[in-house]
């Protein structure tokens, strides 16, 4: 539900579209994200493979998700795969070590976010008001995670 979608243009690399996932009622709302897709029109996109992260007990450092929170967040994950396809837009998954090596980002628990965010701002510095915040990491994330799919797949 914190998450983003951001849009990269060949043309312009140092600006980038990056917007808040769409949600209402606490789920993501498919018709709005379909009218973002729908009004930049990618030509292919990529999809972060993420997992749930069921609680490992007490004791552990893992965050604890329980069942409700696991299928949340599996519905989110399934309703943006399907409005992309819907769409009549290919796309691929990417894994989340995959992105963030091609970019030398470290994981969350060594500052993986804010290290994300600089590098977006670094990026993308007419695009920089969008990652302003230490909350607009998900925002960093999509960036980085299409600009992965420029550098690797185009």
């Known amino acids: 539900m914190t998450g983003a979608i951001a849009f990269y243009f060949t043309d312009a690399p140092n600006r980038i579209a990056v917007e808040d ?10 018709h709005a994200l379909a ?8 030509s292919f996109a990529v999809v972060e493979r993420v997992n749930a ?7 552990e450092k893992r965050r604890p998700m329980g069942a409700q929170s696991m299928f949340n967040f ?3 994950c399934a309703v943006a795969r399907t409005v ?3 769409c009549d837009v290919p ?4 894994a989340p070590a995959d992105w963030k090596r091609h970019h030398r980002v470290p994981g969350k628990p060594e500052g993986g976010d804010e290290a994300g965010r600089l590098l ?14 230490k909350k607009d990491h998900n925002r960093a ?6 600009l992965h799919a420029a550098e690797t797949l185009l």
């Open 141 to 146: 994330d999509a960036a980085l995670i299409a």
């Open 84 to 86: 992309i396809a819907m």
């Open 74 to 76: 599996g519905a989110a």
């Open 120 to 133: 977006a701002l670094r990026r993308f510095p007419a695009s920089a008001d969008r990652f302003a915040r």
């Open 91 to 94: 796309f691929t998954m990417v």
């Open 35 to 42: 009218r973002l897709v729908r009004q930049y029109g990618p």
């Open 21 to 30: 996932m769409p949600v209402v009622a606490g789920e993501v709302d498919p």
């Open 53 to 59: 992260m069921p609680s490992t007990g007490k004791g």
